[in-house]
């Protein structure tokens, strides 16, 4: 008996060991925080970038587009036709197509001899005149004149340059250094007379024709430095104003003329082009434009208050360039800016009013 209730007890202590001991597991999982308490507990990190506001002279740019034209360009044609071979670039006075010339040179050897014959009757018709010689300054001009005709001298000696120009006029030179464009005919087609066969451009050097609206007219001045930048590339050229027309048109528009020169080869006869002219402002508050953030469509940047809290400040933008902002406080929204203020520059898409932030 005794045995047995030993064995009871101590089957008792046991369980109640063993009750104790997941009593405690389960008050320790409940005190452990879950995964969202934790994230509801760590404080958020707002690393920023800064820089000190200060007034400066603001580069101001009005932006036009316009289209390049090339200095000199002309349509080249051939003033009599056969046959030609053509090219793509050319230095002054280079052949750039040839005709067959043997039917001009047959005209050219046809005249010559026709021209000799009519010399001999001519001198004949002097001779008989009492003159042993063919200079006119020693002729009357009368006698001279009425050799030359009843001769056939004249006329012969018309033929024999008519040949010659058609004979020279078999080749097609550049009057000017550039490169050829609009070539619609192939070696051995046929080409008529007074047809076009080519442009020949200049592309050493374009002019850009562009208009800027009568408000604008204080931007510029003649020999004014403005920047063209063709759509299909990201280069830069410098250029300067060449020309103002003087007359506003019926839309309130002025033609403006820019010069530049192509430095890389890469501008083209009638290629679209952006013209950035700049008008320097001084005193003005400037701002990157990563600064200006849009909350509910107001322009907003943060100034940076006592090293760590994003303050929200309305602004308005004056000025734009390519790569800044002029601002100044919008004061309807109660706002203020100054010279001195730490603007956040960096990392400000996300913050709210009073966001606490690291200034990296």
């Given at each position: 008996m005794n045995y047995l209730i030993n064995l009871q007890m101590k089957r008792l202590i046991v369980l109640f060991l063993i009750l104790s001991l997941l009593v405690s597991c389960t008050n320790k999982k409940a005190q452990q925080p879950s995964k969202a308490?934790?994230?509801?507990?760590?404080?958020?990190?707002?690393?920023?970038?800064?820089?000190?506001?200060?007034?400066?002279?603001?580069?101001?740019?009005?932006?036009?587009n316009g289209k390049l034209v090339a200095l000199k360009k002309s349509e080249?044609?051939?003033?009599?036709?056969?046959?030609?071979?053509?090219?793509?670039?050319?230095?002054?006075?280079?052949?750039?197509?040839?005709l067959n010339s043997f039917s001009y040179r047959q005209q050219v050897t046809s005249s010559e001899i026709q021209l000799k014959r009519a010399r001999l009757e001519m001198q004949n018709l002097l001779i008989g005149q009492g003159y042993n010689t063919m200079d006119s300054a020693l002729i009357p001009s009368v006698i001279y004149d009425m050799a030359k005709i009843k001769s056939g001298y004249a006329e012969a000696l018309q033929s024999f340059s008519t040949a010659q120009f058609n004979l020279n006029s078999t080749k097609l030179s550049a009057p000017f250094t550039g490169i050829l464009a609009n070539i619609k005919q192939k070696q051995f087609e046929q080409v008529t007379a007074g047809t076009s066969f080519c442009t020949l451009i200049d592309n050493s050097e374009f002019e850009a024709e562009f208009r800027i609206v009568e408000s604008e007219a204080g931007y510029i001045r003649l020999n004014g430095e403005v920047h063209l930048i063709p759509f299909t590339g990201q280069a830069i050229y410098q250029a300067y104003i060449s020309e103002i027309n003087p007359v506003i048109d019926e839309n309130g528009m002025i033609l403006v003329k820019a010069r530049a020169k192509n430095t890389t080869g890469a501008l083209m006869d009638g290629m679209n082009v952006k013209v950035v002219i700049?008008?320097?402002?001084?005193?003005?508050?400037?701002?990157?434009?990563?600064?200006?953030?849009?909350?509910?469509?107001?322009?907003?940047?943060?100034?940076?208050?006592?090293?760590s809290i994003a303050f929200w400040t309305y602004v308005q933008t004056t000025g734009e360039n390519t790569t800044s902002f002029s601002v100044i406080a919008n004061i309807d929204k109660g706002a203020e800016l100054e010279a001195g203020d730490t603007i956040i520059v960096s990392g400000n898409l996300n913050l709210a009013h009073e966001s606490h932030v690291t200034i990296e």
């Open positions: 308490e934790k994230r509801q507990y760590t404080e958020q990190q707002n690393p920023i970038e800064v820089i000190v506001l200060q007034r400066t002279t603001f580069k101001k740019e009005l932006v036009n080249l044609q051939f003033r009599v036709g056969e046959h030609f071979r053509n090219g793509d670039h050319v230095n002054a006075g280079q052949c750039i197509a040839g700049e008008k320097e402002v001084p005193g003005q508050l400037v701002v990157p434009k990563s600064a200006i953030v849009l909350r509910d469509n107001q322009e907003v940047l943060f100034k940076c208050v006592n090293d």
